[in-house]
């Protein structure tokens, strides 16, 4: 359904040209939940940006293709976003107007992209609002009345109002509560298995991933490090970066106390001075001469290292 | 007896309007009960950690054991002295506030963005009159760079420098600075990066064998608490519901509260196979 080809994007700075995201390809199916992980700065954020369209100066699409239902969308994003492809941010607090009722910014939104009467649309957001398990007689309530999970609630209805076929749900638990989150990842599941609605869920936790997603791709640096089936990625990591986030994540278990975090050793590099051939080389703890040299393509459509080239799922 | 003892403790808010306007209204006095009854107990050298959602009190009881706030009834005892016991001296008291010693959640708000790492770290070291000279100041400050894996050379920078796991570093340095016993760890890595929250948790750990460090440990967050803590305290709306050993809390909840968090954790290992 999206498909997107060799995507870069640049950061003009002081007269030179950074690669923010670099030679970005992957595939979103109909009806999947993709999760997009990676540490900050690993461009997770900004690939969902790309894909909606609101790269803006500095930054800029420089090569590649965005495909969304045959069409090229990285030229006119106007005509998709919102309506088609509609993004939910990481902090429910300021993505919502807290002058306007909920209702309202509801209405607002319908209005904007299907063409409803006010009375269709008040009766719309209603209806939402009771799907996302919010009563009815809130209709009227400002956003600042709601508890953190309660707003987020909204920001899906509001996410979900225009029927689109893709959302890109940036950090949307990552302000709340376990509990809640629990809650919030559960209704977003649901609501799009029932309206065919594909998710990408761009996170950090390892955990979410797992719950959560059909698939995975592992970001670093801006380049894409692994991708496939989650629970392959995560039973059988074919990267050593994903490998390393994957041992870098606690587990609930009784018996780690005694036992130390395995630790990915360095930093990822600033997106100045990222190194020549494998990004992650001088992290990885078995790079070979080639990593040093040569960027690794994605090799079995499944990770970018070179180790794959000859020994075959050796990790 | 135990290094940090917790009895009864209860803090109430008042959140009633002034005294006046309630007359008028005629309404009665709101309270807010944040922090009810709670009891336990942390031995030296060892890890007690507090779970539970927000608002349930957990931020509370450290600022209580901080000396931040005042207990509306119970006590707490560090070292066996009572920091807000009326017969209390001047000298233990403030050889108690060097012995407790917070880390906060964000690294990017608690470090003064002004400053440079040097200077942070010897604020400490000032303000408790550890060490008069100059150069013994700079000295120890170098020390604690050390152990928190950065480096003499850090010492002219400031804060934006740095990545959110090094600015980490430096606030773990500055309460190591005062050479404290306790540490109050208020959610350490939730504004961090998983495998740079493997890098934070590992140093505490190392740190707290290298120096007995006795550490409360706040999170809600049940995976990171299982890799640090000897016993875990469950807090529900201010009311310590459930308190066990690792080994037992995660194998055999009691409380549903604490069965209702686990089971909404999400683990890396209940990975849905392909439907």
């Not at chain 1, 992980?37 to 293709?65: Q, Y």
């Not at chain 1, 649309?121 to 209603?126: C, D, G, L, Q, V």
């Not at chain 1, 041992?247 to 395995?262: G, V």
């Not at chain 2, 290094?3 to 403790?9: C, E, H, P, R, T």
Request: charged share 25%; glycine share 6%.
């Amino acid at each position: 359904m999206l498909e997107i080809y060799n995507l870069d994007v640049n950061l003009s700075y002081r007269g030179s040209q950074i690669k923010a995201l670099d030679n970005l390809s992957f595939n979103v199916y109909p009806g999947e939940i993709l999760g997009l992980v990676g540490e900050s700065g690993a461009g997770k954020s900004m690939t969902g940006l790309a894909i909606i369209g609101l790269i803006e100066a500095p930054l800029s699409i420089s090569r590649g293709k965005i495909i969304f239902n045959k069409q090229r969308i990285e030229q006119n994003a106007n005509a998709f976003r919102g309506s088609k492809i509609s993004m939910i941010f990481q902090d429910p607090l300021v993505s919502l107007n807290p002058l306007r009722t909920i209702g309202e910014q509801l209405v607002e939104t319908i209005r904007t992209h299907i063409k409803f009467g006010r009375k269709e649309a008040i009766e719309y957001a209603k209806s939402l609002l009771e799907e996302v398990g919010i009563e009815q007689e809130r209709f009227d309530a400002y956003p600042h009345t709601f508890s953190g999970g309660m707003r987020q609630r909204v920001v899906i209805a509001l996410a979900l109002a225009p029927k689109p076929s893709l959302v890109i749900a940036d950090e949307p638990t990552t302000a709340l509560d376990v509990s809640v989150q629990a809650q919030i990842l559960e209704l977003l599941k649901k609501l799009c298995r029932e309206r065919e609605t594909s998710i990408i869920l761009i996170t950090h936790d390892m955990g979410v991933i797992a719950e959560t997603t059909d698939r995975v791709a592992v970001l670093y640096s801006g380049t894409l490090a692994e991708i496939g089936k989650t629970f392959e990625v995560l039973n059988y990591p074919q990267h050593p970066y994903t490998k390393g986030l994957i041992e870098a994540t606690p587990r609930i278990d009784a018996n780690s106390l005694n036992s130390k975090l395995y630790q990915i050793p360095g930093v990822m590099p600033d997106l100045k001075e990222i190194p020549v051939g494998c990004p992650f080389h001088k992290r990885c703890p078995r790079y070979i001469k080639k990593c040093v040299e040569i960027k690794p393509p994605l090799l079995n459509e499944r990770a970018a290292c070179w180790l794959l080239d000859n020994e075959k799922g050796l990790l | 007896m135990s290094f940090l003892l917790v009895n009864q403790l209860s803090r109430i808010f008042d959140l009633s309007e002034p005294w006046i306007l309630r007359k008028i209204k005629g309404q009665q006095k709101k309270l807010l009960k944040a922090v009810d009854k709670v009891n336990f107990s942390i031995e030296r050298g060892q890890t007690y950690a507090l779970v539970g959602e927000s608002g349930s009190g957990k931020s509370t009881i450290a600022m209580m054991v901080a000396g931040l706030i005042k207990p509306s009834s119970g006590f707490i005892t560090i070292d066996g002295y009572n920091f807000f016991s009326p017969t209390i001296e001047n000298n233990i008291k403030s050889s108690l506030r060097k012995s407790v010693q917070m880390i906060f959640q964000s690294p990017y708000a608690s470090l003064n963005p002004r400053w440079r790492v040097g200077e942070v770290l010897k604020e400490p070291i000032k303000a408790f009159n550890l060490i008069e000279s100059e150069n013994g100041q700079k000295q120890r400050v170098c020390e604690l760079l050390e152990q928190v894996g950065l480096s003499e050379r850090d010492i002219n920078k400031f804060p934006h420098e740095f990545s959110g796991g090094q600015r980490q570093r430096i606030c773990i340095a500055r309460s190591l600075a005062s050479e404290p016993k306790l540490i109050i760890c208020d959610e350490p890595t939730s504004a961090l990066d998983v495998s740079v929250q493997a890098q934070v948790l590992n140093l505490l750990k190392d740190l707290q064998k290298q120096f007995s460090l006795t550490y409360l440990f706040i999170s809600h967050d049940l995976a990171v608490v299982s890799t640090m803590a000897n016993r875990i305290g469950v807090l529900k709306q201010g009311i310590l519901v459930e308190e066990a050993s690792p080994n037992k809390l995660f194998e055999k909840p009691e409380h549903d509260y604490t069965k209702m968090l686990l089971s909404a954790a999400p683990d890396i290992k209940n990975v849905s196979k392909i439907p």
